[in-house]
């Protein structure tokens, strides 16, 4: 284990996750001769598997689901899936979408709750329908339809956050040293509520690309708010013969830009990566 690895880091996927990682997974190619690159935030945990997908010759988009797949599944990472912060209700509400290079097909799912992999639910969007988003109740509904588990995904930490959240700041009530006193882990969340996300882009062994972003979104969030996440173009963007680019941090400022898109094209035009960055702020 190396110096910046910790436990966290080792998170492996029960059998429901894996159950659902497999739902409209592509079948096995034999792996091509091109030099495969894979990037994500968050975990390197998220790379590693990723990359040892393309290696083996799976599908670059799958890839990318799975690698955020641990993020998702892991109760003590607060900004996806299981253990995401919750909006002011309580509730976790969570956005994804996905793209896939060589069909340059893409869908979203916004508002999806109690589904731990809410980029799998956007590729089987993706695949077994012609519409490119879909939200809330329904997307449930299809999830459910489609064979994915459902579970309450919040946990006790994030229950406790919230409570603390919602006691403190909406309530005013006269409780700061109760705040105090929380787990640090807990009051952290309270006192900075997370709008953290996860973003993965894989290049396969063909040059072939496929891209995935995944959120809980902005935490304690007005019940149905829905941030850059699932919007293609916002949340992540590609070209297969061009690039790939995706989004994190605070969604309502890349809806008014629409930065991912706009980063790929900058790249057309001939920008290096850190240019076409900086020439969409
Ligand atoms: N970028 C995630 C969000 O704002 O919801």
Redesign the pocket.
Known sequence: MTPSMNRRHFVTLGTASLAALSIGAAPIKKPGSRKPVVIASGREQTVQIAMDMVLKGHDPMDAAIAGVAIVEADPNDHSVGLGGTPNEEGVVEL?ACVMHGPTHGGAGVAGLRNIVHPAAVARCILQRTRHVLMVGDNALKFAREHGFPEQDLLTEQTRNAWIAWKESKLRGARIPESVAALDPVVRDLVDRPT?G?IHCSALDTHGNLGAVTT?S??GYKVPGRV???PILGAGLWLDNSVGSCG?????EVNLLNCASFLVVENLRRGLKPKDALVATT
Do not use: A, E, F, I
């Open positions: 956005d709008h996300t959120t979104g902005l941030g850059d996440s989004s994190v941090g605070l969604g």
